[in-house]
């Protein structure tokens, strides 16, 4: 097999350098140094182009299709095929112990792969293959075509494997404008024999140089006798390398965790980017309308019929990592086959500084998103609020510790804490389905994979946690006069003004103070809006006297009054009509256009519900005590509404800071924008 190979190659035009030969293994042939010498750098395979004549098929299905179809008749050709001392050296398809990637995995070999990038990577890349073939079976089949009948989804499967692991891309070789304006020349991938042969080792140097219609591999570095020769494909995660290729690499330099962002959300970060290069606001009207914000005093009115959608932090606790970034089960784009190598944009975190040391936690280890991650979580979790600010930063910086806090820093923080902890979950859900040692292969390069995506994972938790818990406000029950504000501060450290009614409303209403039992009942909206009713109640009669209020109120609180009242409308004084409600902002609607009105009016009513039950908690606390703070008749569902807009668009949902995964151990904290230096 090898010297009819060798023998064929040789009559195409491929050229071995005299000093290797061919070897193998049980992972299949490579090219070897002979026993006698060393290579020298310079050495050089000019293997030859395996490019089809295919102008004679429908261009109905894309070239890469058609160029598998190819390969699959060639392999039924058997001898009679022109390619056949090149074919029976491959992995051949009725030996599925040689396909080590994703696609070939028998049910125990999947169990090591359960909810990460890379099961889910396989799926659609599977999902994608069998819909090819069966399109193409069709079209074939409705032409006459009798060969299709042998045309099995195992054989297609094991073309598309082959042009998966070893093609390159036909753009590669436009190197004249002939071959480029040939639109099946640079779109349809090309074998190389010879080339495909060497195997991948990502310290090793070499050039590669393309002409017209053949190329050269030249290793930049000598080899020892006997020693393998390799190639480079380039820095691949173990997730890429899996996927494409059926191997991993241990301590891989390149490996990574990757993340996905929603369409809907991706649309946004566009829109708001674009309008951030523009001048006027009016230029944002398809995500802003006049209702949401005011366009003369940009300040955030009582709602809208369009808003942006940012994360609603009410009802559903962590929806922002559900419907936002949806890490763990949307592949990263970076995972397509090999055969597509085109440059798209990959949202990652890796550690830094090379790979893991060892099984344990690097805490000390320093990470990175890829580029441009954190400015996009910082538009995806801005509010309205910080959108029409003119002065809007992008949280550029992953150095969180550093800097002016502010609420779009703290809640990208969080958000993105809480995004990796998802993925960690939908990965570690499955350890107790596992064996105790990887059994074959397949297993040891999934279980390699799999701890290594854990390992990064808890790293990069454990610093944005300590980096969390550095934050005065967040880490103890008592924030003083700190920014951050939790349920515990509002119950006990409020101005003495308000907290002697406000505990008793809560009492009267809900049945209970305790914060443990108003988190687990789901009611620490409830608590926040009343808590924001009673400082607006008291304090709003003299909000235009700063002096007055400075000495009524602890400074915090005073300075963030006053920033509301000069970017917030003020509440109603009386109960609008269902046509002025405040639209709540809310995760996965992305209310921008005419069609999703019903959605905007379901929220509205949702809201009008929502509010009315809090004016019924007030009443009940009027009723015990006719003189409280919350008897004041100006109160009402447009009041509360408004409150409650606020406390949405100003919180931020916190993980728990001891590292407690679960949606039960996340916290909704407030941040006291414009309350000044923390």
């Known amino acids: 097999m090898e010297e009819d190979f060798k023998s064929w190659f040789l009559s195409h035009g491929g050229a071995f350098h005299p000093n290797t030969d061919l070897g193998s293994n049980s992972d299949g042939f490579f090219i070897r140094v002979r026993d006698e010498q060393d290579l020298l750098p310079g050495a050089r395979v000019d293997p030859f182009i395996a490019q089809f004549d295919l102008q004679s098929v429908s261009l109905l299905i894309t070239p890469r299709v058609i160029t598998q179809i190819f390969f699959m008749k060639q392999f039924l050709l058997r001898e009679q095929s022109l390619w056949w001392p090149y074919i029976r050296m491959l992995p051949q398809p009725d030996a599925l112990h040689n396909f080590n990637t994703p696609l070939w995995y028998e049910p125990e070999d999947l169990a090591w792969i359960r909810g990460t990038n890379l099961e889910f990577g396989a799926q659609r890349m599977e999902s994608l293959w069998r819909q090819e073939y069966e399109e193409a079976a069709s079209l074939f089949r409705l032409r006459g075509s009798e060969q299709v009948e042998f045309w099995s989804w195992l054989l297609y499967k094991w073309a598309a494997t082959i042009f998966a692991s070893r093609s390159f891309p036909g753009s590669a070789l436009a190197s004249s404008a002939e071959s480029v304006g040939n639109a099946l020349n ?33 290793n930049d570095d000598p080899i020892k006798r006997t020693s393998q020769v390799w190639n480079n494909y380039g820095p691949k995660s173990n997730e890429e390398l899996i996927l494409g290729y059926g191997f991993s690499l241990f301590r891989n330099p390149a490996d990574f965790c990757s993340l996905a962002v929603s369409q809907d959300v991706e649309k946004r970060i566009s829109k708001i980017k674009n309008y951030q290069t523009c001048s006027t606001l009016t230029d944002m009207s398809d995500i802003l309308t006049t209702g949401g914000l005011s366009k003369q005093t940009s300040q955030v009115s009582n709602g809208s019929e369009h808003v942006i959608d940012t994360p609603d932090l009410g009802k559903d606790r962590n929806n922002v990592t559900k419907s936002i970034f949806s890490s763990a089960n949307v592949v990263s784009p970076n995972l397509s086959p090999p055969t597509q190598r085109v440059n798209r944009e990959i949202r990652l975190v890796r550690l830094k500084g090379g790979s893991l040391k060892s099984d344990s936690i690097r805490s000390q280890a320093l990470y990175e998103f890829s580029p441009g991650f954190i400015g996009d979580c910082s538009i995806a979790f801005a509010n309205e609020r910080e959108v029409a600010e003119s002065d809007f930063q992008l949280q550029s910086s992953v150095d969180f510790s550093s800097g002016q806090l502010s609420r779009n820093k703290l809640h990208v923080m969080c958000a993105v804490t809480m995004i990796l902890q998802r993925q960690q979950m939908a990965i570690m859900k499955h350890d107790l389905d596992l064996p105790l040692w990887p059994a074959n292969e397949k297993q040891f390069h999934a279980a390699r994979y799999r701890r290594n995506q854990l390992q990064i994972l808890a790293s990069v938790i454990e610093m944005l946690l300590e980096s969390l818990r550095s934050f005065p406000g967040l880490s103890m029950a008592t924030a003083g006069d700190m920014k951050v504000i939790r349920l515990e501060n509002i119950l006990t450290d409020s101005t003495t003004n308000i907290l002697t009614d406000f505990r008793a409303a809560l009492n ?53 009054l006053v920033f509301l009242s000069r970017v917030y409308r003020t509440p109603p004084e009386i109960e609008p009509q269902r046509e002025q ?30 509010c009315e039950s809090f004016l019924a908690v007030i009443h009940a606390a009027a009723t015990r005590n006719p003189s409280s703070l919350y008897g004041d008749p100006s109160v009402t569902v447009g009041h509360l509404a408004w409150c409650l807009n606020i406390i949405r668009q100003e919180g931020v949902m916190c993980p728990n800071l001891e590292g407690k995964l679960g949606d039960e151990n996340d916290e909704f904290i407030l941040f006291l924008e414009g309350a000044g230096a923390a």
């Open 186 to 218: 640079t779109e349809c991938p090309v074998l190389i024999p010879g080339v495909d042969l060497l195997n991948h080792c990502p310290l090793v140097k070499v050039t590669w140089l393309w002409g017209r219609s053949d190329c050269s591999v030249i």
């Open 508 to 560: 009267a209403g809900l049945g209970t103070r305790n914060p443990e039992k108003i988190r687990k009942n789901g009611w620490v909206e409830c608590a926040f809006a009343l808590w924001l009713c009673g400082l607006w109640l008291r304090y709003s009669s003299i909000i235009r006297d700063t002096a007055s209020l400075t000495s009524s109120l602890p400074s915090k609180f005073s300075r963030w």
């Open 581 to 610: 409600m405040v639209e709540p902002v809310k995760s996965g609607s992305y209310v921008t256009s005419c069609t999703e009105i019903t959605a905007a009016e379901q929220n509205r009513d949702e809201t009008q519900s929502l």
